[in-house]
């Protein structure tokens, strides 16, 4: 059986574009989401760190550099 196995973050950031003709030129901020999915098939594996699971949350945050 596969499944898919979605991270989400969200951040705030703040730029300017320096040359833009309007109000983009100040300062001014964006929320951003980034979503990674990975699909796979469910471990089997007995005993290993990730039997039951697609793949560890914590090694996608490792591969999102979070
Ligand atoms: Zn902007």
């Known amino acids: 059986m596969h499944m898919d196995v979605t991270k989400i973050i ?3 950031m703040g730029h ?3 040359n833009h003709k ?7 901020g964006h929320r951003y989401r ?3 999915s ?3 098939a469910i471990s089997l594996e ?3 760190s990730s039997e039951g699971m697609v793949v560890d949350f914590g090694d996608i945050k490792e591969l999102m550099r979070i």
């Open 10 to 12: 969200e951040w705030d």
């Open 46 to 48: 007995k005993g290993s």
């Open 16 to 18: 300017r574009v320096p």
């Open 34 to 36: 980034l979503e990674v």
């Open 38 to 40: 990975m699909r796979g």
């Open 22 to 28: 309007n109000k983009c030129r100040h300062p001014h």
